[in-house]
């Protein structure tokens, strides 16, 4: 394998990114800073800005004087009103739908459920159906909307548009979906796994946003992973990269539809924790436990949100339960501290909505005494802010991301040398 050259309109359209993606991040930046970060001349920089500003991207909201003063310098910001982007998210158990401006900020965000084993081409026509339900509500016209990020469960290959073969998705074998809501709404789709979707909305607009490398934990149906590192997309040689949720925790435990035994997702997914709160509870006694009248009337309504609910207020049983998962997230933080020595760690995703504070402190307290480096720097932990829309934005970001953001692989590509 050797890298391939490259030519000058891709440099000049990577150095067009480079000096958005500035503008971008910053909540308000000169012209000669830019220059300052991105060690453009003035001139490019000068240049490039003109463009952005006759596009309608940037606009020029007032000016600031330099930290040694001197000459007021004219302050830069994205326009978020010059696009839009539609994201959906599908998960085994809902569809998802936002619309956000160019600064990953959502318009609105509808919901409704899907159900397994539901025919691929019926759950394509109901995202349609959902997508122009989400652009008539914000009365965004299709001709301001860069595009449709979909951010799926995964295994998928990306250059090909397909589900391969989703385990919690029965029948989906090879489905080009992409293609299939592409032609059903008329709009460009950009395909991606969720987690790393959520990965690139952390980074657009979320806590990972100017954080070079971090690694984001999905917590939902099931447990995915997604990787930034040296502010690029880290999509791995099948484009499947950051599997999280199949990292060994207990060599010993249950076999994983992977092929593993005691994987991280087998452990700490939703049906797994109501599992083991059921078992506990009918084991008893818990007399300090609220969750144990209620599981004595009737045990299905201790459903996961009821643990996490329960968790959240103290109860002894729900909260011993979710404290276990969060020590088996952090075990797998540790060994991704350890093998990318990662700056930041983001957790997020409907599964711990209620007990973020109960995950981010327990694999806070592992990342500070646990890691090799951690007496040269402690990696830091957060609750996405992006909370259970964590997905959907992403996949609205996946637009964003692609269109704006500077993309090393379309720079510098990679050629095959013949054995």
């Not at 300052?36 to 600031?64: K, Y």
């Not at 569809?95 to 394509?124: E, I, M, N, Y």
């Not at 490398?213 to 997604?226: S, V």
Request: aromatic share 4%; proline share 6%; glycine share 12%.
């Amino acid at each position: 394998m050797r890298q391939a050259g490259t030519n000058l309109p891709k440099v000049g359209r990577y150095n067009r990114a480079v000096v958005l993606d500035q503008i971008q991040l910053a909540d308000g930046i000169s012209r000669v800073e830019i220059a300052q970060h991105t060690g453009l001349t003035p001139q490019t920089v000068s240049g490039i800005v003109r463009r952005l500003l006759d596009e309608g991207i940037v606009r020029e909201d007032g000016a600031s004087r330099g930290a040694t003063g001197g000459k007021p310098r004219t302050t830069l910001r994205v326009n978020a009103d010059a696009g839009s982007a539609v994201g959906l998210h599908f998960d085994p158990v809902e569809l998802s739908c936002t619309v956000v401006d160019l600064l990953g900020r959502p318009l609105v965000v509808k919901k409704r459920p899907t159900h397994p084993g539901t025919d691929p081409a019926q759950v394509v026509k109901d995202m349609a159906e959902l997508v122009a339900d989400v652009l008539a509500e914000t009365g965004v016209a299709r001709d301001r909307v860069l595009g449709l990020g979909l951010a799926t469960p995964g295994p998928i290959d990306v250059e090909q548009g397909v589900i391969v073969g989703a385990p919690q998705l029965s029948g989906w074998t090879r489905v080009p979906v992409q293609h299939m809501l592409s032609e059903a709404t008329g709009l460009p789709v950009t395909l991606d796994n969720d987690a790393t979707a959520a990965a690139v909305g952390e980074r657009w607009s979320g806590a990972g946003r100017g954080v070079a490398n971090f690694a984001y934990f999905f917590l939902g149906t099931g447990i995915g992973g997604g990787l930034i590192l040296n502010h690029q997309v880290y999509r791995g040689g099948s484009l499947n990269a950051g599997e999280f949720g199949h990292s060994s925790v207990l060599p010993d435990g249950p076999l994983c539809y992977c092929g593993n035994r005691g994987c991280l997702e087998g452990l700490v997914n939703p049906t797994a924790i109501v599992a083991e709160v059921h078992r506990r509870l009918a084991a008893g006694p818990h007399p300090d436990s609220a969750l144990e009248r209620a599981f004595a009337e009737d045990p299905g309504a201790v459903d996961h949100a009821a643990v996490r609910v329960a968790a959240a207020a103290g109860d002894p049983v729900a909260a011993a339960v979710i404290d276990e998962t969060a020590h088996h997230v952090a075990s797998v933080a540790v060994d991704i501290a350890n093998f990318i020595d990662v700056d930041l760690i983001v957790l997020g995703g409907h599964g711990i909505q209620h007990v973020e504070s109960r995950y981010v402190d327990t694999v806070a307290a592992a990342l500070a005494s646990r890691p090799l480096a951690r007496h040269i720097r402690v990696v830091e932990v957060e609750a996405s802010p992006l909370g259970t829309d964590a997905a959907v934005v992403g996949s609205a970001a996946l637009v964003l991301h692609a269109t704006y953001s500077p993309q090393l692989s379309a720079l510098v590509g990679t050629t095959v040398t013949p054995a």
